[in-house]
T-cell receptor, first 113, second 113 residues
Framework: DVKVTQSSRYLVKRTGEKVFLECVQD?????MFWYRQDPGLGLRLIYF???????EKGDIPEGYSVSREKKERFSLILESASTNQTSMYLC????????????FGQGTRLTVV | QKEVEQDPGPLSVPEGAIVSLNCTYS??????FMWYRQYSRKGPELLMY??SSGNKEDGRFTAQVDKSSKYISLFIRDSQPSDSATYLC?????WGGGNKLTFGTGTQLKVEL
């Protein structure tokens, strides 16, 4: 069974903290994505990676960075968390090429106080 | 203007009703159109996808794309309480993991007994 696992379902962090959100997929997918989901705004792409150590900015990369040292793991880093980064964060993965589907994790609800 | 526009609802219908969910898009390069379903506190799951204009049917669900008017629709026949979820339309220029999906804001649907 296809699986994308995010390390935490709920997180509460303080303003200014460095925050790590971890995502692991067990499907040997080349591509991995980080989205944030906000009411009235839908899903917005933060960063994506199409290979190990490769990354590209999405639509809203400001305030975030990513790391992909291994094919199965994609980390989202909030260098200095701010209250406007309170959101639902969703990780996804997919194969490259052809008709492929993006599989999503369960999401991490991050609250920055 | 957002590239994919979707009425957020909420939409409430009685069990057995036909449901029509709609999106419009502005990017003429979009070729693939997807509908994802997201249950509360879960990640989105792919429901259907279509390529270019036309219809696609899968059980009680029909996806329809009219590229001339840039209009995307999802019809649900004989709606059930288990269909209660948020429905997200998404589009991309090509299909495959390297192509970034652009999502609508999602429509929240409630099917009542």
């Amino acid at each position: 069974d296809v699986k994308v696992t995010q390390s935490s379902r709920y997180l509460v962090k303080r303003t200014g903290e460095k925050v790590f959100l971890e995502c692991v997929q067990d499907m040997d997918h080349e591509n991995m994505f980080w989205y944030r989901q906000d009411p009235g705004l839908g899903l917005r792409l933060i960063y994506f990676s199409y290979d190990v150590k490769m990354k590209e900015k999405g639509d809203i990369p400001e305030g975030y960075s990513v790391s992909r040292e291994k094919k199965e793991r994609f980390s989202l880093i909030l260098e200095s968390a701010s209250t406007n980064q309170t959101s639902m964060y969703l990780c996804a993965s997919s194969l490259s090429g052809g008709d492929t589907e993006a599989f999503f994790g369960q999401g991490t609800r991050l609250t920055v106080v | 203007q957002k590239e994919v526009e979707q009425d957020p609802g909420p939409l409430s219908v009685p069990e057995g009703a036909i449901v029509s969910l709609n999106c419009t898009y502005s990017n003429s390069a979009f070729q693939y159109f997807m509908w994802y379903r997201q249950y509360s506190r879960k990640g989105p799951e792919l429901l259907m996808y279509t390529y270019s204009s036309g219809n696609k049917e899968d059980g009680r669900f029909t996806a329809q794309v009219d590229k001339s008017s840039k209009y995307i629709s999802l019809f649900i026949r004989d709606s059930q309480p288990s269909d209660s979820a948020t429905y997200l339309c998404a589009s991309c220029p090509g299909w495959g993991g390297g192509n970034k999906l652009t999502f609508g804001t999602g429509t929240q649907l409630k099917v009542e007994l």
